[in-house]
């Protein structure tokens, strides 16, 4: 298995393959910052909870860097991410419109983002992969059980590459993509 | 009517995330579905509870939206004659 290509995003900074975005904003502002300086054509991006606004900028990022992209249907890529809190932003938010029964009005468009595999899902439609989808919870970034779930994932002889790795998110000030381009 | 129109646009941009788009952007006459704004089932359904939260009105058969979320024009209209607060 080897790493071709390597996005990290954290609060106020965002490497593409090793080289720094020049940005200027901080947390979810960052996010749509990397928005509107490097993709902009999917307006879908401002309806995501934080934790699918990072992992959509940070696969774009991933993505753009691997070349030209062109959208075509395919099956022997996978998209499996990592973190340790779940949807847990996304809980909140919709917990927030429920959390008063004086002023109980629970919000669709909240809670079609708690859960954490949506962000997986948003990659996978968005670049039009029909290979594995998944996103597992774990307790902290441990390189190596991420490393022996996506072996176990190119056993499948369809998977011949994955966007893998970490993606975090406690709210919209606090998150951490670590995410890579992984050949078998 | 003109003030709710406007008021409207502006509630649904806001409960939307409608981002770069002003009440201006909007055309009253327009499908809010499809060709119109694009708006997709998840935005039908906070349409719902806005037109609950923000003026006391229930809808008890979703099919309903249909004919009310046509244009914010038909929405508005809607609002005035059945709302609540």
Known sequence: MMIQHRVYISTDKAIVDGKALELTEKGSALLTQIYRSHIGDYPKFFKMDTLCKLGFVASELLLNSEGERNFEPREDRAVILFNRNASLQADTNYQSTIQDSENFFPSPAAFVYTLPNIVTGEIAIRNKYYGETSFIVIEENDEKLMEQNLSVAFQDTDTQSIIGGWLDCTDEEHFEANIFIMEK | ?85
Request: without cysteine; charged residues 35%.
């Open chain 2, 1 to 85: 009517m003109d003030e709710l129109i406007y008021k409207l646009k502006q509630e649904i941009i806001e409960a939307l995330n409608l981002e770069d788009m002003t009440p201006e952007d909007i055309d009253e006459n327009a499908s809010l579905f499809g060709e119109g704004l694009g708006l997709d089932s998840i935005d039908a359904l906070e349409l719902i509870v806005l037109m609950e939260k923000n003026y006391g009105i229930k809808l008890q058969d979703p099919n309903q939206g249909k004919e009310i979320f046509k244009s914010v024009k038909v929405m508005a209209e809607f609002i005035q004659k059945n709302r609540t607060k």
